[in-house]
């Protein structure tokens, strides 16, 4: 059992390559520590543009750390104009703690409404499992939307967003 201190955390932007290096060793992590194959997804593509899908203006991914080592990743497009896909949440299996996941999910949606993304989608097959429950605790919620490559409607998660200025009026009042 390991104890962590939750204020020794940070969240970094993903820039330099080093960070990408440390962002591709994640999403291999999360690729073996799933019981189905990410090949539909182009997995292996993705790895070999990682730098390009997670750069402006395309998308952009974030990394966890504490005390300096690397504990869990988020990547997050815009997948058309006002809509953006989490991808990748993900958290090594000794940090698998929710207040982790929610530090993670947090920065996604602000990136996202700092972007004036309307909404926020999740499908289940970008993230590690276990993190579902935190989506639906953050206020995403279940659609069915279509599998374009086996035309089956599956579940993911979506959360409508406000303007960042919107936000800021209903905190107010």
Known sequence: MHIHDFKSTSITLVKSEVD????KLLLLEFATSIDFDLCYQSFLRELSSITELYSAPKGVAFILTQ????????????IKPGVAVVKRLYL??????????????????????????????????????????????????????????????????ELKLNSSAEFVGMMAS
């Open 67 to 78: 005390n300096n080592n690397t504990i869990g990743c988020v990547g997050i497009m815009e």
């Open 92 to 157: 090594r299996s000794d940090y698998r703690r929710p207040h982790f996941g929610k530090k993670l999910l947090k920065v996604a949606i602000e990136w996202s409404r700092q972007k004036s993304m309307k909404k926020i989608q999740i499908d289940p097959d970008d993230i590690h499992q276990g993190i579902s429950k935190l989506c639906i605790d953050a206020g995403f919620a279940e659609i069915s939307n279509p599998n374009e490559l086996t035309a089956k409607r599956h579940k993911s998660f």
């Open 20 to 23: 990408f290096d440390r962002l």
